[in-house]
Nanobody
């Protein structure tokens, strides 16, 4: 069993910052990718940013230059630092973790954390 626990969401004014954290625990041998997705009301879930075990990162165009992603492999934890937040960043943010078990990779998702950007 693998557990995914997210934290750090909340209400922030436009231009503000938030930091999301996501920790994976349980029966984990190896983790490949870790990332963040978001889903706004009436929209599909979309990739925000992800990072491989080697540190290669990928960002949605809409957040480039404002968000950074990092991970602590020893703690199986990924962080999303969100700066210069905009109202259009409002969404439920979900953590995704790719757990490698032998030749198979399993996707695990967190429960989601609400981020609201509003004055």
């Amino acid at each position: 069993q693998v557990q995914i626990v997210e934290s750090g969401g909340g209400l922030v004014q436009p231009g503000g910052s938030l930091r999301l954290s996501c920790a994976a625990s349980g029966s984990i041998f190896s983790i490949y990718g870790m990332g963040w997705y978001r889903q706004a009301p009436g929209k599909e879930r979309e990739l925000v940013a992800d990072i491989t075990s080697g540190g290669r990162t990928n960002f949605a165009d809409s957040v480039k230059g404002r968000f950074t992603i990092s991970r602590d492999n020893a703690k199986n934890t990924v962080y999303l630092q969100m700066n210069t937040l905009k109202p259009e960043d409002t969404a439920v943010y979900y953590c995704n973790v790719e757990v490698v078990v032998g030749p198979v990779t399993y996707d695990y998702w967190g429960q989601g954390t609400q981020v609201t950007v509003s004055s």
